[in-house]
Nanobody, 128 residues
């Protein structure tokens, strides 16, 4: 079992930055690919970014590519999402997720169906 707790959300002006953190419990964090998803009101949950369990492979949605960086610290059981040049359309609840822990070192899943564990979410609001 993996329990995930996100933090770092808040209200920021357009053009600003935020760093989201996701702290994981359990001894198996380093074997899980980790992802960030977001859901805006009235919209479906969408993929933002993910990182392999090895940390050597990442994937980004086109909408955030070049503005967002995902990273992980397996010693701290934490995954981060650095978001720069934020836009009002980035406003959403951001969720951290962990996959089953059985993937290859390059595995970077983008479908929410491939994730088994989810955090409660953290609100990000970008004002214009």
């Amino acid at each position: 079992q993996v329990q995930l707790v996100e933090s770092g959300g808040g209200l920021v002006q357009a053009g600003g930055s935020l760093r989201l953190s996701c702290a994981a419990s359990g001894r198996t964090f380093s074997s899980h690919a980790m992802g960030w998803f977001r859901q805006a009101p009235g919209k479906e949950r969408e993929f933002v970014s993910c990182i392999s369990w090895s940390g050597g492979y990442t994937n980004y949605a086109n909408s955030v590519k070049g503005r967002v960086t995902i990273s992980r610290d397996n010693a701290k059981n934490t995954v981060y999402l650095q978001m720069n040049s934020l836009k009002p359309e980035d406003t959403a609840v951001y969720y951290c997720a962990a996959d089953s822990g059985h993937g290859s070192s390059w595995f970077t899943p983008i479908s929410p169906a491939l994730y088994d564990y989810w955090g409660q979410g953290t609100q990000v609001t970008v004002s214009s």
